[in-house]
Structure formats: C-alpha cells, structure tokens
C-alpha cells in the first residue's frame, strides 16, 4: 500500500522540504499549514506523489486539528506517516516577554503538537510488524538551552517529553521520534525571528554552517522508512555538531 503521510508546517522550510522527499517516494501527502499551502501542493504534485492534498490548518487550534483529522479520516480511511513540523520561534529577554507571547509559543509547538499528534494516531492501525510512524520536529535548544528563547526551548523540551512518553504508550504498534535540528536556513533565523547576534552565534558550531531543509527531510524519510523500524522515543540529532550526547 503507497504511504499515507501527512506534514504540518508544509507550506516551506522543513516541511515543504519534507513534503517534496516523500512525494519523491511515491507517498500519498497532505501538506498542512496555516494558509493554504495550495501553492507548495501544485509543486509536490510534479515530483511523483501519488495523490496530494494542501489543507489549512491551524495546529493550536482544537477544531482545526479536528477538522484536518476527519477530512484525512474522508478522504483514505487512515495515516501511515506524521511529520509534524509547524512551529514559531520567539526571542526576548525573560523580563521583557509578555506572558501572551510565552502563550502563543507554547499554544503553536507543544499544545499544537500534542494535538495534532493525538489526532494522527487516532487515524494508525497499530502493527508490530510494519508500524506507523510519528514524527515530530524538536529542536536542538532542547537539550542545551539558551539565553533569551526560553519560551521556545520549554515548547521543545515538552516535544520532546511527548515522544517519550508516547513512544512508550504505542509500543510496539506504533513508533515515535523527535527530530532534534541544530540551525537550519529557513525563514525561522531570518531577522524577523532572530536578531543578527544569535544569528551568527549558530554558525559556532562544529560544522559551521546552516543545515538545509532537505537534510532533515532525509532523516524524516530515514525514520519513516525500512531503516526506522528500530528507532522509538529518540530525538535524532541532524545538528551540525552543535550537540554531542
């Protein structure tokens, strides 16, 4: 049967990436995001996908994640594959971040997390033997922590502590990993979210680079395919050097 995939956060950076690998594949994908990624979609479809969808969805928002849920429940009956990738990054000294912003943080990566992955695996039908697959995109600031992006490193290590804690709830029938990125080049380090100094502080690193978006979509393809079955409740590190466990 040709994979069921279903991405957030579709309409660029990781998840667009991640969209295009797996409709390489030959995967049925819906590509999610807060507008209409209905533009990405027309691009995915030229690349081999099987069937695609773009579909808006708000993934903090309770009736959305609903709502993206029955139409993927209409349209195949079920999911194979979640690459959860919708998220914001907030940088602001702690004294000077409004408790609205530290809300919108945690509402979009953890509460959007936490539902759009209870919705994907309402959709799986656990088998030990060629399980489903959650994936869901984290952070390398989980593990390390950061001055001034407190908001965000807290949403991620709650990912994080859904991973885990699902990894071990699905198990055997279901896998569950985080992906763990270091600084990529996505809208996400542009100056709108990060200021010039942070900026340049991602490239100290080991590699001294920014990961592009398509080596983290290989690592979602990797944990979705023949060479994942092995991996649940692991945060995969795709991260330039920036963590060493």
Excluded at 133 to 144: E, F, H, Q
Aim: hydrophobic residues 45%; glycine residues 12%.
């Amino acid at each position: 049967m040709t994979a069921r995939v279903l991405i957030t956060g579709a309409a660029r950076g990781i998840g667009a990436a991640a969209a295009f690998a797996f409709a390489r594949k030959g995967a049925r994908v819906v590509l999610a995001d807060l507008s209409q990624p209905e533009a990405t979609a027309e691009a995915v479809r030229g690349v081999g996908a099987a069937e695609v969808q773009a579909l808006a969805c708000d993934v903090s928002d309770a009736v959305a994640a609903t709502s993206l849920r029955d139409a993927v429940k209409e349209t195949w009956g079920g999911l194979d594959v979640l690459v959860h990738c919708a998220g914001i990054i907030h940088e602001a000294p702690l004294l000077e971040t409004p408790v609205a912003d530290f809300d919108r943080v945690i509402a979009v990566n953890l509460r959007g997390s936490f539902m759009i992955g209870q919705a994907a695996i309402s959709l799986m039908t656990p088998d030990s033997t060629n399980p489903p697959r959650i994936i869901l995109i984290a952070s390398d600031m989980a593990y390390y922590g950061r001055e001034t992006f407190s908001p965000y490193v807290a949403s991620k290590h709650g990912v994080l502590g859904l991973v885990r804690s699902w990894a071990k709830e699905f198990a055997p029938g279901i896998l569950v990993n985080a992906i763990c990125p270091g600084p990529i080049d996505t809208e996400m380090l542009g100056a709108a979210n990060m200021s010039a100094e942070w900026r340049q502080k991602e490239l100290a690193i080991p590699l001294g680079r920014f990961g592009q978006p398509d080596e983290i979509a290989a690592v979602a393809t990797f944990l979705a395919g023949e060479g994942g079955r092995y991996f649940t409740g692991q945060g995969i590190g795709p991260n330039g050097g920036s963590v060493m466990p």
